[in-house]
């Protein structure tokens, strides 16, 4: 069955850096869309970040745009998110989650991680 | 600030229908389809309803959905306790080249 297990998350302090990484099986990861999502305390879902199923086209909400990155390893069924200068904004349960289709359109997310925590704090 | 706005809360008593609606603008709901998920604290988001009406196989159709120009609504039949969660409705928007959740409505069942 689809698995997607994210791992990576932590306390980190503002300014530092965090890479989380999900690892998915069940599907042929190279063949869909991914995404990062996240929850802060509290809060309800904010969508981060999109990959293609090749990781040419990448897009990133506002705001972390130029401080996060997401990037996948289709050798290693992994999906990435490099988050640079953290912020106590950046509190959240961080979601990997895939595309359902295999081309066209980056949604509707289909299946989704049980995500990890990242607690920005000094 | 999400660009999609739903009501904060909605309840109602076992077996008996709430609505739960979504406004979002012409470059989001107006331009793509809505799809619906339900969250349950400490789990997994669940896909509920995609392509404004769809359902994904082993959701029970007591769970539907439209879209009408740039809102949408999903409707839940027959209520469950089990349905208790906060449900989020979702689309991509064209300006911000993004995907956008709505701010989320938490149901609860009297």
């Known amino acids: 069955q689809v698995q997607l297990v994210e791992s990576g998350g932590g306390m980190v302090q503002p300014g530092r850096s965090l890479r989380l990484s999900c690892a998915v099986s069940g599907f042929s990861f190279s063949n869909y869309g991914m995404h990062w999502v996240r929850q802060a305390p509290g809060k309800g879902l904010e969508w981060v970040a999109v990959t293609s199923s090749d990781g040419s086209k990448r897009h990133h909400a506002e705001s972390v745009k130029g401080r996060f990155t997401i990037s996948r390893d289709n050798s290693k069924n992994t999906l990435y998110l490099q988050m640079n200068s953290l912020r106590m904004e950046d509190t959240a349960v961080y979601f990997c989650a895939k595309a359902k289709w295999h081309s066209g359109a980056y949604y509707p997310l289909d299946y989704w991680g049980q995500g990890t925590l990242v607690t920005v704090s000094s | ?110």
């Open chain 2, 1 to 110: 600030q999400s660009v999609l706005t739903q009501s904060p809360s909605a309840s109602g008593t076992p077996g008996q229908r709430v609505t739960i609606s979504c406004s979002g603008g012409s470059s989001n709901i107006g331009s793509n389809t809505v799809s619906w998920y339900r969250h349950l604290p400490g789990a997994a988001p669940k896909l509920l309803i995609f392509s404004n009406s769809q359902r994904p196989s082993g959701v029970p159709d007591r769970f539907s959905g439209s879209k009408s120009g740039t809102s949408a609504s999903l409707a839940i039949s027959g209520l469950q306790s089990e349905d208790e969660a906060d449900y989020y409705c979702a689309a991509w928007d064209d300006n911000l080249n993004g995907y956008v959740f709505g701010t989320g409505t938490k149901v609860s069942v009297l």
